[in-house]
């Protein structure tokens, strides 16, 4: 069974502290996604991861992935409050081109 | 330029009941998705199209749901007849052909069955 799983599922952290959420997935995969959802809003594009050591950085958020260890981190340095948010990863199965969406992780930064 | 545009936002109906939901895609993006993101889990893909063709329905529920895209562009979603936990929000995204670039995603429609 493809999965697409993400942890934690919930993070509460302090404004000023940095975190790592984790993306692991159970299949080979051409690429990978990264996207913000603001409650009650739609997804947000963040971040596409194309190759094995791909490395993006915007602002307070740095994705990489290591297709070996088929696993996608997103780094947060120094949090502030406006990052609070959902994030997803989202998988495409090589070959087959499917979509498939991680769990979500649902960060909550607090003042 | 535009973004992916949905209707309706919310729709509230009973169960048994049928509902229909539409898509325009962002103009030139020739691949279109639906998804069905149920609360608190991640968005999962119901049916991809690229232009006029299925790419990928192996998610859809084909007994109760249908989507069709006709010339290609616009995109409805059915549901026939509904379920309690068809509950969810739906979401089309488009994209363009080029295999690497991100799904822009509409703002969804909220379905609530009573």
């Known amino acids: 069974e493809l999965k697409v799983e993400q942890n934690p599922l919930f993070l509460s952290m302090q404004e000023g502290k940095n975190y790592t959420i984790y993306c692991n997935y159970s299949t080979t995969s051409d690429r990978l996604y990264w996207y913000r959802q603001d409650p009650g809003k739609s997804l947000e594009s963040l971040f596409v991861l194309l190759s094995n050591g791909a490395v993006k950085q915007e602002g307070r958020l740095m994705a990489s992935l290591d297709t070996k260890a088929r696993l996608s981190t997103l780094h947060i340095t120094a949090a502030v409050h406006d990052l609070s948010a959902t994030y997803f990863c989202a998988v495409v199965t090589s070959g087959t081109y499917k979509y498939i969406f991680g769990t979500g992780t649902r960060l909550k930064v607090l003042a | 330029e535009a973004g992916v545009a949905q209707s309706p936002r919310y729709k509230i109906i009973e169960k048994r009941q049928s509902v229909a939901f539409w898509c325009n895609p962002i103009?030139?993006?020739?691949?279109l998705y639906w998804y069905q993101q149920i609360l608190g889990q991640g968005p999962k893909l119901l049916i991809q199209f690229q232009n006029n063709g299925v790419v990928d329905d192996s998610q859809l529920p084909k007994d109760r749901f249908s989507a069709e895209r006709l010339k290609g562009v616009d995109s409805t979603l059915k549901i026939q007849p509904a379920k309690l936990e068809d509950s969810a929000v739906y979401l089309c995204?488009?994209?363009?052909?080029?295999?690497?670039?991100?799904?822009?995603f509409g703002d969804g429609t909220r379905l609530s069955i009573l």
């Open positions: 995204a488009s994209s363009w052909v080029i295999r690497n670039q991100p799904q822009h």
């Open positions: 103009s030139g993006h020739a691949t």
